[in-house]
């Protein structure tokens, strides 16, 4: 059988149908190329502005706080407690069995520190602040923080253990920078 040779007029719808996919997909990559190009500041200019990235992380000296006080800082518009510890708030948090916890965490996984206790300062009820100590009296069954609002009792490592909050007090991402400041965020 002999081999026949497209001539003519079979030939070029051949390569008519190939130059015209070619165009198309360099159509389409400019096209894309395009969109990307028009799109890029506009999604840029979703990011924060600096002066938002600069309140983003605050540092707080530790050492005016006595053992046994907290106060109360703020962190991106939140209520953020820095608790100084005692001795007997951090054995008593650390025996606590985790089965009796409606949101088991070790208090060792809330603290970098034993002594210092940080935690954001917003029920997760339903996002009141939780009062703390009052003259040094702790509020609440568990000598942590209480919320009025709807009666969640927090434990001195921020862990809910009454009422309907769901889950613990949450714990920033925090550092020592030395070992008197701490910076949050």
Known sequence: MAETVKTGAA??????????????????????????????????????AADTLALSSTEVSL????EG????????????????RTKAEID???????????????DSARVKKPEWLIV???????????LGTKQGEPRGDYGGWFCPCHGSH????GRIRKGPA????????????????????
Not at 63 to 66: E, H, K, L, N, S
Not at 69 to 84: D, E, N, P, S, Y
């Open 154 to 157: 927090y434990d001195t490592s």
């Open 120 to 130: 954001v300062g917003v029920c997760t009820h339903l996002g009141c602040i939780p």
């Open 11 to 48: 030939a070029g719808v051949h390569d008519d149908a190939n130059r015209r996919d070619f165009l198309f997909m360099l159509a389409g990559a400019a096209g894309a190329v395009g969109a990307g190009s028009v799109a890029w500041p506009f999604i840029s200019s979703m990011n924060p």
């Open 69 to 84: 006080q907290a106060i109360t800082v703020k962190w991106r518009g939140k209520a953020t407690f820095v608790r100084r």
């Open 92 to 106: 008593e948090a650390a025996k606590v069995p985790l089965k009796d916890l409606p949101d088991p965490q070790a």
């Open 166 to 185: 769901p889950l613990n007090l949450a714990v920033p991402p925090y550092a020592f920078v030395t070992d008197t400041t701490i910076k949050i965020g």
């Open 63 to 66: 050492a005016p706080i006595q």
